[in-house]
């Protein structure tokens, strides 16, 4: 079965899919969606976008993470 998640994925796609869990690795990779999650341009941030512009730390480590809790 392939990762559900990719580098291309929106971080949007993590929160909704696995709610507070993907909120939750997320934040323990730097990348702090915050209450509400009102910021709309963040929302559609593609998670290589969020490593590349230094929101985000160890993207591969956050796939292995995130994929792991949908297999």
Partial sequence: MPDRFSAESKVRDVVSTLGDAGRQALRRHGYD?????????????????????????????LLTELNGKTS
């Fill in 33 to 61: 969606v915050g209450e509400g999650f009102v910021d709309v341009l963040s929302q559609y941030q593609s998670l290589e976008h969020a490593a590349r512009s230094d929101r985000l730390r160890d993207l591969d480590g």
